[in-house]
């Protein structure tokens, strides 16, 4: 007897699902990067130079590298007469650039493809996203307010612009600028305040040696003070005055000699002190009036010293403090 047998047979299906890592985009932001001079002394003439920070936030595929192409616009500003970036008020300016690196040879342009063209180029930097798919890094702003702009007024100067903004993308091999997106920072600003100022200094007034008065000489007050600044000079009455009597002295010994200071050349107006910048309380010609122009300026001291006994031999000297009130 044949028998027959019943068989199932069961098929098995084998699915094969490959998980492949979504690439995710990339997203990138980028903050201000704004600060302040605060109040600045041109007169020296040397660059001041401060810093800020900007930082830089991207997410996207885990293990990936995002290229970032950051750029500094000239700014929305009145730029200097020559195009270059520059603190303003008004029809006024302090020229002034933003840098990379910190010796401040590296100037932070930017290619003109988010931010209006300045410069050579911006920064490029690669930023590589790690394991958790974000990341960011903080960049360092140096600013400089060049030298040799003793003549500015003072008052306030400002500068803003959207800066900075940047360009960028996952890495491939192109150069800065490159990639689709673009990220730009709320906008900076930059202020710097010049104070009014003045310094001074004096040459010795030296009668030289001589036994038959009068005798005359005359002496250099230089005053350096900000552009447009009133002042006055005052002259005391000197370390070993007798009332309103300029004298010079014999060493430690109790001679004298009497002399006085003008501020003519025809010895008639005795030069006093002063305590307002635009006039001489002492009245006319008692001072010499200025108006600073953040260059050096020269008065002449004239002296004179009477005819009168010399008491004795040697050397008489004073001092005199030289006051400028601005």
Not at 166 to 176: H, K, N, Q
Request: glycine share 12%; net charge positive.
């Amino acid at each position: 007897m044949r028998g027959r047998h019943a068989g199932t047979s069961i098929l098995f299906a084998a699915c094969l699902f490959c998980c492949a890592e979504r690439a995710n985009a990339q997203s990138c932001t980028i903050t201000p990067a704004s600060g302040t001079f605060a109040t600045i002394d041109v007169l020296p003439g040397t660059a001041i130079e401060t810093t800020t920070t900007l930082t830089v936030n991207c997410t996207g595929t885990a293990n990936n590298t995002v290229r970032l192409c950051i750029e500094m616009g000239r700014g929305a500003s009145a730029a200097g007469p020559s195009g270059e970036r520059a603190l303003t008020v008004g029809s006024e300016y302090l020229d002034f650039e933003f840098y990379s690196n910190a010796a401040r040879t590296l100037l932070w342009g930017s290619w003109g493809s988010v931010v209006t063209a300045y410069g050579t180029g911006g920064v490029t930097s690669d930023l590589a996203l790690g394991s958790g798919g974000s990341a960011s890094r903080i960049f360092t702003a140096y600013t400089r307010i060049f030298a040799s702009q003793t003549t500015k007024i003072p008052q306030t100067y400002s500068w803003s612009g959207s800066s900075p903004a940047m360009r960028y993308g996952y890495v491939t091999a192109s150069a800065c600028p490159t990639g689709g997106a673009t990220a730009i920072s709320s906008g900076s600003t930059w202020n710097a305040t010049i104070a009014p100022n003045a310094n001074v200094s004096a040459t010795t007034l030296n009668f030289g040696s001589t036994s038959v008065l009068p005798s005359t000489s005359t002496a250099t007050i230089t005053v350096q003070a900000t552009n447009t600044t009133p002042y006055s000079i005052g002259l005391n009455n000197g370390a070993n005055a007798s009332g309103s009597q300029r004298r010079v002295r014999l060493g430690a010994t109790s001679s004298f000699l009497n002399y006085n200071l003008y501020t003519d050349i025809s010895n008639t107006n005795p030069w006093t002190t002063t305590t307002q910048a635009g006039s001489c309380t002492g009245g006319a010609g008692s001072c010499v009036l200025g108006t600073g122009t953040g260059l050096a300026q020269n008065t002449t001291v004239y002296g004179r010293v009477p005819s009168q006994t010399i008491p004795a031999a040697g050397t008489f000297t004073d001092t005199v403090v030289v006051t400028v009130t601005f």
